[in-house]
């Protein structure tokens, strides 16, 4: 069985995912397996959204973090 961290690497490549995305899982315990629900190609930008939390935690700054985003795309 996927562990959860290589199963969103798997979704993120299956479905070809470039940027920044949220994969939602349920675990399920019974077969100690993640199960995908949904990949969100637009996660939250809130203060309390998940990406500003790990950028702030990473010791980084948005607006270095969207510039490295945009950058990517001409690449």
Do not use: H, W
Not at 29 to 57: C, D, K, R, Y
């Amino acid at each position: 069985m996927l562990k959860n961290k290589e199963a969103a690497r798997q979704v993120y490549a299956i479905f070809n995912c470039r940027g920044v995305i949220r994969i939602d899982f349920i675990y399920n315990e019974a077969v100690g397996a993640p199960f995908m629900l949904e990949v969100n190609t637009i996660p939250g930008q809130s203060a309390a959204s998940l990406i500003p939390q790990q950028v702030a935690a990473a010791g980084g700054n948005l607006k270095d973090f969207y510039s490295l985003l945009v950058e990517e795309c001409f690449i």
